[in-house]
Structure formats: C-alpha cells, structure tokens
C-alpha cells in the first residue's frame, strides 16, 4: 500500500505534482530551472529589480506599457502574446489569463500532455532568451523564429536522450549476469565477507538449480584471523560441505575469488591455514559426479556476496531450504 499520500491535503498533492511533473520534462536543465523559477517569481525581471531597488524603472523593457512581472515577461506582454499566437492552439490569445505564471503553470499541468507541456516550456525557455537578448545585446527576433527555436530544441533533446538511453540500455546488457547451468546440474556461488575490526570472516553460499530456483542458502559467520584469502576459502569449504549434505552430484562451484578458483584447478598447494582449508576443499570435491569451480565476475554473485555481507552480523550458521533469507532484496535475487 502507498501511504505517501496520507494526511496530505488535496492541494499539498497538487502542489508536489506542480513540482515533480516540472523535473519530469523532457528539456533540457537550465529549462526546467527556467520553469521552477519563474513559478518561484525569482527571474531577474525588471519589476524584480526595481522591488530590490537595483534598476530604477520597473517597466518591461520590450513593450515599455506594464510593470515587467514575471507573468509579463513570460506571457502577457503583447510582444510575447505575439509569439504564444503561433505557437500550440491551446495557448492562443485569450484562452488562459491566470494571475501569475504559477497559477499558469498548474492550469496548464491540467490541461496539456506532456509533448505539450515540453514545447510551452521550451517555449518559455526562448521567450526569456530573447527578453535578455533585447535587453543585453539590443537584439530581437520574430514570434515565428522563436517558436521554431523551441521547437527544435525539444526535438534535439529527444534526440540526444534517445542516443544515450541506447548506450544506457547496451552498458545493461553487457554487465554480465548470473546464468543457470545445465539441466540436471547445480550451480552453488559463493562469497566471503570480512571485518577486520572484529576478527570476524563471513561465508555466503546460495545454490539453485538449472532453472534458476534456489535449492538451498547459507551465511555462515566464523571468528576468523580477517585475511581476505582465507575467508574466500572458508567459503568454498562451506558451499562444498553444504552440496554434499544435500546429496547433490553434479555441481559448478563459482566464486569471484579468482586466486582461490586458481589454486582449487592447479596443485598449488598452501602450508598456511587457507591452503589445509583447500586441502580438505579438493578432498571432498571427489565425491561428486561431476564438479567444476569456475571464477565468475562480482555482479555475477551478488546473491552469495549479499549473504555473505549478511553472515558477518550473525552469531551462529543459517541454514535455509528452498525459500529467500529476508535479508535478500528482490532485486539482487536476479543476480
Ligand atoms: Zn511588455
């Protein structure tokens, strides 16, 4: 249930879609910041700096008849009424006169969709440009020139935003991601977690089978000396031990530890703590019919290292059949 919304008054609600649907906009920032300003009556506008005393006439410097509000500059001036007369139908003359532009702004959230709402923000965007163009270059353009201008940035916004959302979507696919293994075989992952501060090692091991459904998990946590090496074996140790009580025979072991994956392929054989851990480790993997132990990269195993992280906070081994820990988060379950 969605309980944001509690207590808030109607117009609480309404006020926050003003705001949320403004960074929504498919323009560019310095538009939306346009937008939120002139909602906020914080543009530079004449009638502004003549309330903070900083120029001497509040008069707006196009049409030199009103007070140069932020709904003047922006909407009713005749020289800007010219330019919303050829821009979107909904927008011509004497269809809205709200009494600020944030009042306008919410008519108008109402009442346009989105592509709409894009090019009057865009339109905006030149209308401002032009005022200050006017007022610090001496240069003016047409109503025609104005609307054209808008409208082709919002299409070369879309353009961009096209391209990168491409590239975004090729970064996604190229990270690898965790793949079942074949039918009839179990694939066990595991993690090692460390905190050296409590001379403490945490195990991670999440086992599924070929359709990717988890058979079995574990975190396991051990006061350990907090050597990286020897946590990562501690690891493997447990995933081995944890296939072979469930009478598992044909397993793929993957770890993103690539040095212990080499020293469990290769007889490179350790005298320390870590290396008598592997010796048991390469004992017990004859039991199995078949066996591989693979190096897999970390976004690969994101479900044992979230187990692993998990184990270090326990006091004693978890053990849990068939379901999810709580601790894992839906999202690292597609890991
Ligand atoms: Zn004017």
Request: glycine share 4%; with cysteine.
């Amino acid at each position: 249930m969605d309980t944001t919304d509690q207590g808030q008054s109607s117009y609480a609600i309404q006020k926050n879609k003003t705001w949320s649907l403004i960074w929504k906009l498919g323009v560019t920032n310095a538009n939306k910041m346009l937008i939120w300003r002139a909602c906020h009556e914080s543009l530079a506008t004449k009638l502004n700096l003549f309330k903070k005393r900083i120029v001497d006439s509040p008069l707006c410097p196009i049409c030199h008849q009103e007070p140069e509000s932020v709904m003047h500059a922006l909407w009713s001036c005749n020289s800007v009424q010219d330019v919303w007369g050829v821009s979107l139908r909904k927008l011509q003359k004497g269809v809205v006169m709200e009494n600020s532009f944030k009042e306008l702004w919410t008519l108008l959230i109402a009442d346009l969709d989105s592509e709409e709402l894009e090019e009057f923000a865009a339109t905006v965007y030149q209308i401002w440009k032009r005022r200050n163009s006017l007022v610090f270059d001496n240069r003016f353009w047409d109503p025609g020139k104005v609307v054209e201008a808008a409208r082709s940035a919002v299409s070369e916004f879309k353009e961009a935003n096209t391209t990168i959302e491409g590239v975004q979507a090729e970064i996604r696919h190229s990270i690898p991601i965790w793949s079942p293994p074949p039918l009839n075989t179990f694939k066990a992952n595991w993690d090692a977690a460390v905190d050296r501060r409590k001379s403490k090692i945490g195990a991670g091991v999440v086992i599924r089978d070929w359709e990717g459904r988890t058979v079995a998990s574990l975190s396991s946590p051990k006061n350990f000396f907090p050597d990286a090496y020897l946590a990562e074996s501690y690891g493997v140790l447990k995933a081995v031990i944890l296939c072979k009580q469930l009478g598992i025979k044909q397993v793929i072991f993957e770890g993103d530890a690539q040095q212990v994956v080499k020293d469990l392929n290769y007889q490179n054989q350790k005298g320390n703590s870590a290396g008598m851990i592997l010796s048991d480790v390469k004992a017990l993997l004859h039991h199995f019919d078949s066996w591989s132990v693979v190096y897999v990269p970390r976004a690969c195993n994101n479900l044992a290292h979230v187990l692993a992280k998990d184990a270090i906070k326990l006091s004693e081994e978890s053990i849990i059949l068939g379901d999810i820990p709580s601790c894992i988060h839906p999202l690292d379950y597609l890991s």
